[in-house]
């Protein structure tokens, strides 16, 4: 099977790549902004901007895959309020650009949205739920699923939520932690945002089985455990034992963040889960894979 992976420099396709690679026969081919490192017979790698949809479609022509993975995005949420044209540019049309490359190639396309295309009122959210988005990053993810959903291609949309993994491009919150706390460093940390972050292999699992299975939908994916970031701060802190007095509470209206957030986040992952045949992990078993992956290192 030939699967193009768009945003091969994510954090998702980093962990992706790899256990494609291992887990399967599949070529892949990887579209990155930046040239990746991976070398390997069944690999290709092409460097362009995604935001031309001409080189984006000659790419992927090129290829002809049966799959494509979108994992590019604008992903930082305060800056995608700021940089709205480029946020939609990123997340909406850029996607727009992927369905017409997979009508023409008559490829799956599985994209990657988020939980916060909800509102936070209440959750964790099921696929049923319906979002209602509050800052400009969920509004733009929505328009990107809705772009999908509406465009009779097979397809298949995962969200997710606050996904971490061992150090990676992109520092992710378990990765700021532990770097703030090893050097000492005080962080405030929000007690009204709630999740159920996601230990990225589980996220890379996911597509995996998506592909493999030729599963289409919706599927919402979540670990285990649902607590607040601060309490998320403090089990990583006391995971990898370091002093959690540097880690003080605040909330999310003291914190002023450019961008609205959503506070009872996070998403119930059963129907992936019994879909997928997988069980996501929870946070210390996440923490534990963390911690395993970095000595590795
Ligand atoms: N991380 C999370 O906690 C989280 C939570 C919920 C949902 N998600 C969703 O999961 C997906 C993957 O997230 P991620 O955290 O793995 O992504 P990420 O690490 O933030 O990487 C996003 C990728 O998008 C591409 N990209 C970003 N800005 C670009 C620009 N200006 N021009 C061209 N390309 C650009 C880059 O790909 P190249 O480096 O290959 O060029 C970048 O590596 C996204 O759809 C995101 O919305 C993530």
């Not at 990887?30 to 990746?36: D, I, M, Q, R």
């Not at 097979?154 to 939520?161: A, C, G, K, Y």
């Amino acid at each position: 099977m030939k699967i193009t992976i768009i945003g091969a420099g994510s954090t998702t396709a980093t962990a992706l790549i790899p256990m494609l690679l291992d887990e399967t026969d599949a070529q892949l081919q990887l579209v990155s902004s930046n040239p990746t490192a991976t070398e390997h017979p069944r690999v290709v790698a092409d460097v362009v901007d995604i935001a031309d949809r001409s080189a984006l479609k000659d790419a992927v022509m090129r290829f002809m895959p049966e799959v494509i993975v979108n994992a590019a995005a604008m992903t930082n949420v305060d800056a995608c309020e700021m940089e709205r044209q480029l946020a939609w540019t990123l997340n909406v049309t850029v996607v727009e650009h992927l369905v017409r490359i997979a009508r023409a190639t008559d490829a799956h396309l599985v994209h990657l949205s988020t939980d916060y295309v909800f509102d936070g009122e209440a959750g964790p959210y099921t696929e049923q739920d319906l979002p209602s988005p509050i800052n400009y990053y969920g509004k733009s993810k929505l328009a990107g699923e809705n772009a999908i959903t509406t465009a009779g291609i097979d397809h298949t949309i995962l969200r997710t939520n606050v996904v971490y993994g061992p150090p990676s491009g992109r520092p992710d919150f378990v990765q700021w932690v532990i770097k703030a706390l090893d050097t000492s460093r005080p962080i405030t940390v929000v007690t009204d945002q709630f999740s159920n972050p996601t230990y990225v292999d589980d996220l890379a699992m996911a597509i995996i089985r998506v592909v493999e299975r030729k599963r289409t939908g919706l599927y919402h994916i979540g670990g285990a455990d649902y607590l607040s970031r601060y309490d998320f701060a403090r089990r990583i802190a006391t995971f990898f034992k370091v002093s959690t007095d540097l880690i003080r509470p605040i909330t999310t209206a003291e914190l002023q963040q450019a961008a609205k957030r959503p506070l009872k986040g996070g998403l119930v992952s059963l129907k992936a889960q019994a879909m997928l045949g997988l069980r996501f992990r929870g946070v210390e078993s996440g923490l534990v894979s963390v911690r395993h992956a970095m000595f590795q290192r």
